[in-house]
């Protein structure tokens, strides 16, 4: 059985090798696909994130740029605004602005300046009062006394003395303010005390290094004074601007500052950098310069404008790809999401999987195809045994049957020989040839099924042609009912054949021809050639009806029998089939030559022998 299926397995097999090549191939190509399509994808996304990441970097520098001038105002006036500005010098903060105050309840200032004030009441300066306060009185009397020109001149007398001779920023302060207090007169008051308050005195006063206004010097000495302190001075320098008409706002607004504080610096910055998503900083040799920025409304103003110039559409975000507290904008990478993005992925997966389902159900349906090839022909090629091996089996019950039926037949032929009726004398010689037919019938059928089956043990032996041709002689006699002429042109040529399955195949041969003839006598010829790379070409050759052309290979099948024009031919359509199987059992090969009306020649190629003949002995 197996034998039987190994073709078709191989045929199988070399089936789903092509098909699995094929199918893995077909895989090969929707997985570069997928590839393809998720790498066009990331490189949208990868350009877009490159150009949000540098549209990014370009607004920091571009608001930096935009703010330098109020950073230097607010680095060299206390009044000017300092909330979000970042500056530091040789490792010096200077930006934002320390806005603490001294730690602690003391009020030294407070005290201070109400020792001036019993002072003045109880007309008792000491030092280091006593000459500013007997100045201070000169002036208050001119400006009492309506003498306006006197008073400016007291007034700039005192300023100076006030200037020439500095004292600690607790004595001071509480004295300038007392000071202010004690000669505000509305629109009438001296324009050098009226610029005490706020832009400080000329350069000539020494102002520039030693005074720059009430407002400035209290916000500049904040850290000296404890806060009772500083709110104290805060609460009165506010009503005596008030009461000058001088603006305080800017004043109050610096004075509630709430600043950053002492902001910590990491260190080894070498380039812009973004810290804490909250300042933005550029380091420039021993300058470090910054502004604070609002990372997520920047980047949803660069959301909207990319969705405005049609990159993404109304869901896209913008976002740090991988935030961390220190990031210097070199390294930095914005992430853009986009749903559509995610769809088109899943999308692409979705397609993939079905792809690969697709190639999975055809993988599957040809092993099951295969599968069920194999089984049918399991099942058809059982079916041939089982009908061979009942054919064989009735063949083999037959042989007993017949060769007594032969042997009776003989025994009544001898005893019917001096038979008075001429016709009764026929009767056994009938029987006996009815028999033979049967008989090599059924010898047919047995060699047929043990050659096809491969339990024939082919016993090969060195034979001249010409004696293979005297067997066939000697079974024409009595075999045949039609006269037969058999010529012979085969020299000494010898094969290395099995002998009994060789006379099988030329008696196959030479029935066949009688079979198939409506001439008379039979001719019949054996012709031997040498043919180049094989042993030897055998020509057998018949006048007979001939064979069409498109049936030339037909006639070797098994069980095929070829119409007759004639009378009806009886057979099992097995003699030619077993022909070929007898030949490629050694090796060789039969087909036809040539066919015509006047006869066919088969052609028997035999292989060369694979050994000498032995030596005669002398």
């Not at 045929?11 to 090549?21: D, E, N, P, V, Y």
């Not at 208050?140 to 007291?154: F, S, Y």
């Not at 302060?173 to 509305?186: A, D, I, K, M, S």
């Not at 050759?541 to 049936?551: A, H, S, T, Y």
Request: charged share 25%; proline share 6%; with cysteine.
């Amino acid at each position: 059985m197996l034998r039987r299926l190994l073709p078709t397995l191989v045929a199988l097999g070399c089936g789903l090798l092509a098909l699995t090549w094929g199918l893995v191939s077909l895989q090969r190509i929707f997985t570069q696909e997928r590839e393809d399509a998720h790498a066009q994808l990331r490189s949208r996304r990868d350009a877009l994130e490159e150009y949000a990441t540098q549209a990014l970097r370009h607004t920091l520098g571009k608001q930096l740029e935009g703010s330098l001038t109020a950073l230097h105002a607010a680095m060299g006036d206390p009044l000017a605004p300092g909330e979000g500005f970042f500056l530091q010098f040789r490792g010096h903060q200077f930006l934002p602005r320390l806005t603490r105050s001294a730690p602690g309840s003391r009020a030294t200032a407070r005290r201070h300046y109400r020792e001036l004030v019993q002072a003045l009441a109880e007309d008792t300066p000491a030092e280091p009062w006593r000459e500013r306060l007997v100045r201070l009185r000169a002036v208050e009397g001119a400006l009492d006394g309506k003498n306006p020109t006197r008073a400016h001149v007291l007034a700039e007398d005192l300023l100076r003395y006030h200037a020439e001779n500095p004292l600690p920023p607790a004595q001071e302060l509480p004295f300038v303010l007392l000071l202010l207090e004690r000669l505000q007169r509305g629109v009438a008051t001296p324009p050098l005390v009226r610029a005490l308050l706020r832009e400080g005195l000329p350069e000539d006063f020494g102002g520039i290094e030693r005074s720059a206004g009430l407002q400035r010097d209290l916000l500049r000495e904040r850290w000296r004074f404890t806060q009772p302190d500083f709110d104290f001075l805060l609460v009165h320098a506010v009503q005596v601007s008030t009461a000058l008409g001088e603006p305080s706002d800017d004043f109050q607004a610096r004075a509630r500052e709430a600043g950053a504080g002492m902001l910590v610096m990491p260190e080894g910055l070498t380039g812009p950098t973004l810290i804490g998503e909250r300042w933005y900083v550029e380091p420039k040799e021993e300058v470090v310069r910054g502004i604070a920025v609002d990372l997520d409304a920047l980047l949803r103003d660069l959301a909207r404008d990319m969705r405005e110039r049609g990159h993404f559409g109304p869901d896209g975000l913008v976002r740090l790809k991988a935030p961390d507290a220190v990031q210097p904008l070199e390294s930095l990478r914005l992430e853009v999401s986009v749903p559509q993005w995610t769809a088109a992925e899943n999308a692409i997966e979705q397609r993939y999987g079905l792809k690969t389902l697709l190639v999975a159900t055809c993988g599957a349906l040809a092993v099951a195809i295969g599968v069920m090839a194999v089984v049918a022909q399991h099942g058809r090629y059982r079916y041939v045994e089982l009908k061979s091996d009942f054919v064989a089996t009735v063949s083999h019950e037959l042989r007993t049957p017949l060769a007594s039926i032969r042997l009776l037949a003989e025994t009544l032929e001898r005893k019917l020989a001096h038979a008075p009726i001429p016709e009764v004398r026929d009767y056994p010689e009938r029987i006996i040839q009815a028999a033979d037919g049967l008989h090599f019938l059924v010898e047919n059928i047995l060699s047929f099924n043990r050659i096809d089956k491969g339990r024939w043990k082919l016993r090969p032996a060195r034979v001249r042609l010409e004696e293979l041709i005297g067997m066939l002689r000697s079974d024409l006699v009595g075999n045949t009912t039609v006269p037969v002429r058999l010529t012979a042109d085969v020299g000494d040529v010898e094969l290395e054949v099995d002998p009994s399955l060789m006379r099988l195949l030329l008696i196959n041969l030479a029935r066949n021809a009688c079979a198939y003839n409506r001439r008379d006598p039979v001719e019949l010829s054996l012709r031997a050639y040498p043919h180049e790379g094989h042993g030897c070409v055998v020509l057998f050759g018949d006048n007979g009806i001939g064979i069409p052309e498109g049936e030339w290979e037909n006639v070797f099948r098994d069980f095929y029998r070829l119409g007759s024009r004639g009378p009806e031919v009886h057979g099992s359509g097995l003699g030619l089939a077993l022909c070929r199987k007898i030949m490629a059992l050694h090796g060789g090969r039969i087909s036809i030559d040539n066919s015509s009306p006047q006869g066919t020649t088969f052609s028997l190629l035999f292989p060369e022998p694979h050994h000498e003949r032995p030596e005669q002995p002398s």
